[in-house]
């Protein structure tokens, strides 16, 4: 077969060409025909399958999270009844308004108990937060090192919660120009500080 006789070809009458040239002109129908249905069709089809196959990725990745969430259920409300009740203690720890009078006579027996001297116990303006509210004290005490820590101690050891902020210790001033640290111990001193304690604001809560 020749370039003459492809010429020759009548579109008409596909029935009288030769046997070879229907075998070709049949397999570039069809290699046509597969290229418009993959163009039109089947590729559409591949990015939808795709695109479903990505989702189901997500969504057994999703699964297998709230699986393993839904395993430790229990244990996360277990948890989260022991922190309730963590934070239901220690707002326990604050007192409510009228506790705070008898806090202050404690914290103040708590500094004469070590054998300090008080020279300033003044209690500040309430400072309001969230729930709670800060009740700053100003204190300036006269005693030595081991009084001051028992002080801290029982201040510690009190069922509310008390803090110290701002601690500053001086030695007299006629002392401290001429002695050194480790000769101060037997030295009264002066231990001046910020005393805060606490009270909760919504008082029928936690009763």
């Not at 009288?16 to 570039?28: D, G, M, Q, S």
């Not at 509210?133 to 201040?155: M, T, W």
């Amino acid at each position: 077969m020749n370039a003459s006789q492809l010429q020759d070809l009548d579109l008409g009458n596909v029935g009288e060409w030769p046997t070879p040239i229907k075998v070709v002109a049949i397999l570039i129908l069809c290699v046509v025909i597969w290229v418009a249905l993959y163009y039109f069709d089947t590729s559409d089809q591949l990015d939808r399958l795709r695109a479903e196959e990505d989702k189901e990725l997500q969504l057994r990745t999703s699964f297998e999270s709230k699986q393993i969430k839904a395993g430790n259920l229990d244990a996360y409300e277990r948890q989260l009844e022991e922190m309730k009740e963590s934070f239901g203690s220690m707002l326990r720890q604050l007192p409510d308004k009228t506790e705070v009078a008898s806090l202050l006579v404690d914290v103040s027996q708590t500094g004469l108990a070590a054998g300090l001297e008080f020279e300033l116990f003044q209690p500040e303006g309430e400072q309001t937060k969230d729930f709670y509210a800060e009740l700053p004290i100003k204190i300036k005490v006269n005693g030595h090192y081991h009084e001051f820590g028992r002080f801290v101690s029982g201040l510690a050891a009190l069922p509310r919660i008390v803090t110290m902020h701002d601690v500053r210790i001086d030695a007299p001033p006629a002392q401290k120009a001429h002695a050194r640290a480790a000769e101060l111990e037997g030295t009264r001193l002066s231990l001046q500080a910020t005393v805060r304690t606490y009270r909760y604001l919504d008082e029928a809560v936690f009763k």
